[in-house]
């Protein structure tokens, strides 16, 4: 069966510090994925998403990077955080094919300080 | 034309009733709309989902109503229970599309 795995699970990082989020997929073969960020009782805002390796499309323009290195690898960056980085960071997954299904990772809470 | 607009925001429904939220949608090309159930402190999961060949879809207490015409859809809980307290998200993606378009979510909560 398939598993997406997202680490760390909580993450307290000072203003101006790096970052980076890393996400797993195992148990498919070249899967979307997504990187997506939600505020605090807020809703799903699409950051970043990828349809291969080295394949990076950005939805918003932001402090944030994404990249690929591997068919199930996806990882998230900052070269410096902002305050407004702050939020609830989810990767997910979907198999490339008709009428499929995001799974979302259990997230990682980044607070910026 | 690529919105998913949910309603209503947040829903108190007493235990053993119905809680009901509605979707709708702009862009005819949707042809998957899949529900999401999201807990505090975790990822949003898949609970429940439909496409525009069938009127309703039956899981358990979740049912799912599709109107094509009117391009409005709708999840319906039956017999709410403290433990279906979470937040619930619309979605609608299309065939060759790379994106699950959301809608804001509602927060529910259900009284015991």
């Known amino acids: 069966s398939q598993t997406i795995h997202q680490w760390p699970a909580t993450l307290v990082q000072p203003v101006g510090s790096p970052l980076s989020l890393e996400c797993t997929v195992e148990?498919?073969?070249?899967?979307?994925l997504y990187w997506y960020r939600q505020a605090a009782g807020r809703g799903l805002q699409l950051l970043f998403y990828s349809v291969g390796i080295g394949q990076i499309s950005s939805e918003v323009p932001q402090n944030l990077s994404a990249s690929r290195p591997q068919d199930r690898q996806f990882i998230l960056s900052s070269k410096k955080l902002l305050l407004s980085d702050s939020g609830f960071y989810l990767c997910?997954?979907?198999?490339?094919?008709?009428?499929?299904?995001?799974?979302f990772g259990n997230g990682t809470r980044l607070t910026v300080t | 034309q690529q919105q998913v607009k949910q309603s209503p925001q947040s829903l108190i429904v007493q235990k053993g009733g119905i809680s009901i939220i509605n979707c709708a949608y702009e862009n005819t090309a949707f042809d998957y709309f899949p529900w999401y159930q999201q807990f505090p402190g975790k990822g949003p999961a898949l609970l429940i989902a439909i496409r525009p060949d069938v009127s309703e879809k039956k899981e358990g207490r979740f049912t799912i109503s599709f109107n094509k015409s009117a391009k409005q859809f709708s999840l319906h809980i039956m017999d709410s229970q403290p433990g279906d307290s979470a937040t619930y998200f619309c979605a609608a993606s299309y065939t060759g599309g790379f994106k699950t378009i959301f809608g804001a979510g509602t927060r529910l909560f259900v009284k015991a």
């Open positions: 997910a997954w979907m198999t490339a094919s008709y009428n499929s299904p995001l799974h």
């Open positions: 148990g498919t073969s070249n899967p979307n």
